[in-house]
């Protein structure tokens, strides 16, 4: 079936620490894909996206994400978490034929520890 | 302007209101998107609009009744709804590809009593 998997659910770092966010899909073809973030209460935001070329995508806030064709996979990082990161984070995978699909995944919420 | 606006920000109805959620985007996009958020949950599609015409409803319940006056404006009229469809509703918008990145809105927060 047609998925788009965060294994994640919660995710706890100290500020300064690396981040890694997992992201996986289940599509034949490769998707658009997308991270966004959402702080509580809040809108979504567009990190970064990828939909070809360089399979390293560098976006906002300092975000990077490495597309893995092999690996069905599309992992957020970053090398130093701010306490400000604290949010909930999206992917997001969006297929360009056939009917519409826009699916997100279901979120990892990251907690950021002084 | 880089900003999908949403109004109001809070909204509280009794289950025999009417009211209606305003979005607006001046970007140039000419898709535009309702969604409804349950807390803890991602987004779930509501309707989508392309070029001002309906083209996706996500057999949403007739009681949300969606609008789209003019490429820049998206309303969602709600009546007579239920205490479950309290949830924070978010506008988004986008370029012509429905596949493609969107721009969301704060959202409304809805509660419905």
């Known amino acids: 079936a047609q998925s788009v998997t965060q294994p994640d659910i919660h995710i706890t770092v100290s500020e300064g620490a690396s981040l890694e966010l997992r992201c996986n899909y289940s599509?034949?073809?490769?998707?658009?894909l997308f991270w966004y973030v959402q702080s509580p209460g809040q809108g979504l935001q567009l990190l970064l996206k990828?939909?070809?070329?360089?399979?390293l995508v560098q976006g906002i806030k300092g975000f990077e994400a490495e597309f893995k064709r092999s690996q069905s996979s599309f992992n957020l990082r970053k090398p130093s978490v701010h306490w400000s990161d604290a949010a909930e984070y999206f992917c997001?995978?969006?297929?360009?034929?056939?009917?519409?699909?826009?699916?997100f995944g279901t979120g990892t919420r990251l907690k950021v520890l002084a | 302007d880089t900003e999908v606006t949403q109004t109001p920000k809070h909204l509280v109805m009794g289950m025999t209101n009417k009211k209606s959620l305003k979005c607006e985007q001046h970007?140039?996009?000419?898709?535009m998107y309702w969604y409804k958020q349950k807390a803890k949950k991602p987004p779930e599609l509501m309707f989508v609009?392309?070029?001002?015409?309906?083209?996706i409803n996500e057999s949403v319940p007739s009681r949300f009744s969606p609008e789209c006056p003019n490429s820049s404006l998206l309303n969602l009229h709600l009546h007579a709804l239920q205490p479950e469809d309290s949830a924070l509703y978010l506008c988004?918008?986008?370029?012509?590809?429905?596949?493609?990145?969107?721009?969301f809105g704060p959202g409304t927060r809805l509660t419905v009593t």
């Open positions: 988004a918008s986008g370029r012509d590809r429905l596949f493609d990145e969107q721009y």
């Open positions: 599509y034949g073809a490769t998707p658009y």
């Open positions: 990828y939909f070809s070329g360089d399979t």
């Open positions: 997001a995978v969006g297929l360009p034929s056939g009917t519409y699909k826009y699916i």
């Open positions: 970007m140039g996009h000419r898709a």
């Open positions: 609009y392309s070029y001002e015409k309906l083209s």
